[in-house]
Each structure stands twice: as C-alpha cells, then as structure tokens.
C-alpha cells in the first residue's frame, strides 16, 4: 500500500503525529504505508489500533489487531500455514457459513477469491498489519500435536550410540526444543518445567501464575532436550551433577525472546525451568492509566514520581509484574528534556527514547560497577533493576540524596518490609530516612474470563467477616469462575494487578532514625490511610475483575 498525502493526514489529526515526524517517517519507509505504520507503532508514535483504523479506512476495510484476536482452532486448521503466507492472510473464526479471514491486502479480489475457492465457503477479509500476521503464524499454528508428530517419527534406538554434541544438533530434537518455546508462548506461559521421571518426562506450563502439566514425552528425550537447551543457553552440556543458569535470546520472525535457563539435578536426570521474559504480542500496556490501579493509589504515585529526587522502591514476588510498573513510570516522566539511565538484567522492554545498560557479570558490568559509571553520565533519572546488595543499595542512596531520582526494586512480601530489609542489609538508618520517598508494592491476581463468569451466590460470610472484617448484614455481588473455551475452561483469562503504596512522610522518616519498629511504622501508615494489597483485591473483586477466592489464595500471607 502507498503512503498518500491523505494517509499522511489522518496520521497527524487522529495520531497527533508531528508534521516533522510524519516527513522523517515518509522518507525513511519509502513510502510503503504499512512500514510507516509500523514505524510509527513501535517508536511509540502512534497508538497500533487508531494506525490500523486509518490505513483500513484508507482501504474502506474494517481493521482487526491480531495481537487482541482471539482464534477459533478448528477454522485456523482450514487453512494450512504453507497457503495462509502464500497469501499473506490468516482465518480468524466463522459464522455461519462465512469465514473471517485478516489479511494484508484485503482489497485484492484475487486474494479473497483464491481463499473462498480453497475453502469452498464465502470470506470476508479484514486488515491487519504484517508483523501482526507474522507473530500470529509463529505463534497460532503452534500445537502439542506438532510435538507428537515430531516424536512418532523420532528413532529413539540412535540415540545410545551419541554422544551429547552429537544428540543436541538432530534436527528433531532441534524441533522439538524449539516447538516446545513456542507453544509456551502461544499459550502465554512465563515458565516451562521439564521434570525427567521414571518412565517418562512431564512438561508443565506456569499459566497465570498457575502451574500445570501440559503434555508429557518419552523419558529418552529428557536428556537430548536438557542438553539441546544448554547448548542455546552456552552451558556446560558434560555437567550434570551440579545446578547451571543460562540465557537464551529466543530468536523467531517477529523478534527474540530472552529465556533464563535453570537446571537441576533431580532423582531420575536433571529438572529444567525456563522463564520466559516478554511475549511475541506486547500485550502488556506500559502505561499507568491502563494498569487496573485505584485512583488513590496511582495519584500518590504520581506525586512521588514527579519529585526531582528520592528512591521510589517497587516491591513484590518474582513474576508479580515489577518491571511493567517500573517501564509505566518512566514512561509517565519520560521527557525530552531530562536524561533517564537503566541498569538492567536483563532489558525486558526497549524503549528507544531511554538509555538502557544491559549487565553482563562475565565482562565486570554488574549492577555497582555500572552505576558507579552511569553517575558521570549526567542522569536526571535512574532506574536500577534490582537492589541485590549493601554496596548498591548505598550507591543508590547517596544517587537519591544528590538530585537524582532513583527507582528500584525489592523482593519484599510488602511495602513497608522493604524499609527494614534496607537497614537489615546493613544501610545506615540516617541514609535510608532521606532518601526513600515512596514505596510500591503489588501481586498478580487472576482475572476472571469476561465470557463465563457468574454472581456467587454461595459467598462464605465467615471468610468475608475473617479476612475482610465484612460487618454489614447485606452482601455485596461478587463473581466466580465456570470454565469455557475462550479460557481452555479454567474460568480465568489473564491476571490483574493488586497493590498498595505507601508516600513516606516526615513522621515515618524519624521513626526509621529512632529504630522503631516494623509494626509501629505499619500501625501509623493506617493510622493515615494506608491501603494493603488484600484491600486492593478486594475492591478488585467487588469490580468483578476477579474473585475473591482468589484475592485470599494471593494474599493469605499478608
């Protein structure tokens, strides 16, 4: 499609692209309207669906975004992955006799004439933009059944006589490491299991935050497969008695994943977890306003991010969401006119507007060698990906008490732990007092599907009264799950984020100086105010966003 004057019209009225960078995007694309469109997407210059909308009105073609579709298995099968690229297209679901295919040229009537005869029914072509179409064949034509294919054709009689740098270059092996990601990642699962027993090997996906097994293979591939993923992660494959970390930048059409790679020595071989850090869809909005958070919390938080100097701490669990709240935050103060430096391991999210410093611990860059450095780079703001130590908590410290702003992160339960955890790691309390500004601190939740949910009608008043303090003798209309295929029958799709924030004050400052307490520092926060992580879930079931069986499961701790 050509890049008209009209096209870059609409850009600047419903994008609000700029004059100059419409002219700079024009030259740089050639021309081609959708490598303007994408351009415009991925440096942040225009919001993927008004660019979509512009350029299907363009073509009087509704635009569909692939990456918010959901796909009817049965009719993507219809058409096989060899033709949906022959013709740049993709079957998305049928109703009635009529199926709605996405497509990059969904005015060529050659093209929806060809699909309607390989079909043998009537179609109706929408648009989508190419990389949407490209992760849509990565990611949708993935199936366990493909594994299977793999391993009914796998001779499991030569793998006795090879040797392990051998077994990790078979092509199948090759296919089904790499099948094996991908599924993963269709299925938007943050880590994969791979636990050898004694007759066969089980492969579970962590979904949600939920693990499960998902399939299992024969016990002969446990061993090739480990390997095969050691070799991508340059690992030591001869080593199998003690525990290794490695990295895997996942390279697929759309872009690389980067995968962190554990392994385990167990009873019958050696356990593999795999992290998967990002997605193929980007689905994750790196915005504040679209993060599910309560209008209080998210105003004291953006009081404390406007602040020119100061530590601001995002606390929780491994996988609870941190480091989207982090890229939110900056992306909330990132301007023009001010120079933001991260530190971090690894990036998850580029941002081109932002200075990002990847550490690599085997080249002498880890986390205080590089802040030390990034000090005399004139930053405005800091972000340190983790405060892992007493030497760079102080660094940080004494950064958030010279004008800079500095955000971090912690593995602490709650907010106000993360006070004592820096006076614990052995920071001075009359360095901790000044330099904290606010606390963050939040959990993953499930979110219940929009499509089968229902009013519980069967709420336990003594769990209400036990963990809510609930006193009023009317109930308030909360939902619960039941299962259907938009879900894969579990009732919950997606997870939602609960939190709480605590403003650090001048009263909470000298009981820090004192030595107070965690409990007195915690019985003053609400005595102000303060709103914990179950309150949150809470209001967050009452919204109908989740349950409120699941608002205990999270918070039961706290």
């Known amino acids: ?104 040229h969904p005015e060529d009537k050659k093209v929806s004439g060809a699909l309607s005869r390989i079909l043998s029914k009537p179609v109706e072509l929408l648009l989508c933009l190419p990389d949407e179409l490209n992760a849509a064949y990565t990611l949708r034509y993935q199936s366990d059944s ?13 793998l006795s006589s090879m040797t392990p740098e051998r077994l990790v270059e078979l092509r199948p092996i090759i296919e089904i490491a790499e099948s094996l990601l991908l599924l993963a990642l269709k299925e938007n699962a943050s880590d994969i299991h791979i636990e050898p027993k004694e007759h066969d090997c089980v492969i579970r996906f962590r979904i949600d935050g939920v693990l499960s097994e998902r399939l299992r293979l024969p016990v002969g591939l446990a061993i090739p497969l480990t390997a095969r993923y050691k070799i991508m992660a340059e690992m030591n494959i001869a080593e199998r008695r003690i525990p290794q970390d490695g990295r895997i930048s996942f390279q697929t059409e759309v872009k690389a994943i980067d995968v ?44 404390v991010l406007a602040q020119p100097n100061g530590i601001i701490f995002v606390t929780g669990s491994m996988g609870s969401g941190k480091s989207t709240t982090l890229y939110a935050a900056l992306n909330h103060i990132n301007k023009p006119d001010i120079n933001i430096i991260t530190i971090e391991d690894p ?102 599907c929009v499509h089968c949910k229902i009013e519980d009608h069967d709420l336990d008043v003594a769990q209400l009264q036990h963990y809510f303090h609930w006193k009023n003798p009317e109930l308030p209309i909360f939902y619960k799950p039941v299962g259907c295929e938009h ?49 949150d879930g809470f209001v967050k079931a009452l919204q109908g966003l989740t349950s409120l069986d699941e608002v205990i499961r999270i918070t039961a701790d706290n």
């Open 1 to 104: 499609m050509k890049l008209t004057q009209e096209i870059c019209r609409q850009f600047y009225k419903r994008a609000e692209m700029t004059e100059a960078s419409i002219k700079s995007l024009g030259k740089e694309s050639e021309g081609n309207a959708y490598a303007f469109a994408e351009m415009a997407i991925h440096r942040g210059l225009a919001d993927r669906d008004v660019a979509g909308m512009i350029l299907g009105d363009s073509l009087g073609v509704t635009y569909l975004n692939l990456y918010k579709t959901l796909f009817q298995d049965d009719v993507l099968a219809l058409l096989p992955l060899e033709l949906a690229r022959q013709y740049q297209a993709i079957p998305i679901c049928q109703f009635g006799e009529t199926i709605t295919i996405a497509c990059t």
């Open 347 to 448: 990036v998850e999210f580029e941002i081109a507007t932002i200075n990002q410093v990847q550490v690599n611990i085997k080249a002498g860059r880890d986390f205080n060698a590089v802040l030390r450095s990034i000090l005399q780079q004139d930053p405005d703001v800091l972000l340190v990906g983790e405060i892992r130590d007493k030497e760079t908590a102080q660094i940080a410290s004494k950064a958030a008490l010279t004008g800079h702003l500095v955000l971090s992160t912690l593995h602490t339960n709650n907010a106000l732990q993360a006070i004592t955890r820096l006076v614990d790691m052995g920071v001075e309390p009359y360095m901790v007092a000044p330099a904290i500004i606010g606390i963050w601190a939040q959990r993953l939740l499930r979110r219940l």
């Open 146 to 158: 493909k594994i299977d294919d793999i391993v009914i054709s796998f001779d499991f009689k030569q």
């Open 487 to 535: 879900c894969n029958h579990k009732g919950y799709k997606g997870r939602v984020g609960i939190h709480e924030f605590v403003k650090i004050d001048n009263t909470i400052r000298d009981y820090i100086l004192q030595g107070r307490s965690h409990n007195d520092i915690c019985n003053y926060a609400y005595s102000i105010g303060f709103k914990d992580l179950r309150f």
């Open 260 to 303: 962190r790679v554990s392994t385990l020595p167990i009873l019958h071989g050696e356990k593999t977890v795999m992290r998967l850090l990002g997605s193929l869809t980007d689905s994750v909005p790196i915005n504040l306003d679209k993060l599910d958070i309560l209008e209080n919390n998210l105003r004291q938080f953006k009081e």
